[in-house]
């Protein structure tokens, strides 16, 4: 049995050798037919299994796909690609400011000031300059927030692009009342 198998066979391992129990090598690219994937010219090694030795050749497809799949590993390839180029798209965050008035207890309202960060706005002078501007409390809260002691919602628009001319009046949203 193994004889018939010998004669076709190159580079065999030694007769004595008992392990590896059968390793079946490409007249292609000399190496193991496992390792033809690897081959630059797999096709080609398909073609040299499919003439030479057909059972192998039908294991091997059955696992690896047809002889023409050129077409699959340029998609593979294409696919690669694209993903490359999405991670070096650069992420960036939506340039948004947005107003909205809280009440606290009974009567109070507070303005609360979001996205100033996506500005590159410095929130610790931002929150000063609003202080200062409406001669109330104003404070840093969170990542990216301020809160505006008093109801100053509709002058922001005015007085945010005038402190910052990056931002335009366009770029205030207005979030109406939220209740905090
Ligand atoms: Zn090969």
Aim: glycine share 8%; net charge neutral.
């Amino acid at each position: 049995m193994e004889n018939s198998k010998t004669t076709i066979l190159r580079n065999r391992p030694q007769p004595n050798v008992t392990y590896p129990l059968k390793v079946i090598y490409c007249g292609h690219c000399t190496l193991p037919v496992e390792y033809c994937e690897y081959y630059p010219e797999y096709d080609r090694c398909k073609l040299w299994l499919q003439q030479n030795l057909p059972a192998e050749f039908e294991k091997l497809i059955s696992i690896s796909g047809g002889i023409d799949d050129e077409n699959s590993e340029e998609k593979k390839r294409q696919k690669r690609g694209g993903k490359g180029m999405i991670k070096t798209k650069k992420k960036e965050g939506p340039k948004q400011i947005c107003v909205s008035r809280a009440t606290r207890g009974k009567k109070k309202s507070v303005t609360v000031v979001t996205g100033l960060n996506s500005f590159g706005i410095d929130l610790k002078i931002a929150a000063k300059f609003f202080g200062t501007k409406f001669a109330c409390g104003s404070s840093v809260v969170g990542d990216d927030e301020i809160v505006i002691q008093g109801d100053v919602k509709d002058d922001l628009f005015e007085i945010i692009p005038e402190k910052w001319s990056e931002i335009d009046e366009d770029f205030i949203e207005d979030l109406g009342d939220l209740k905090r």
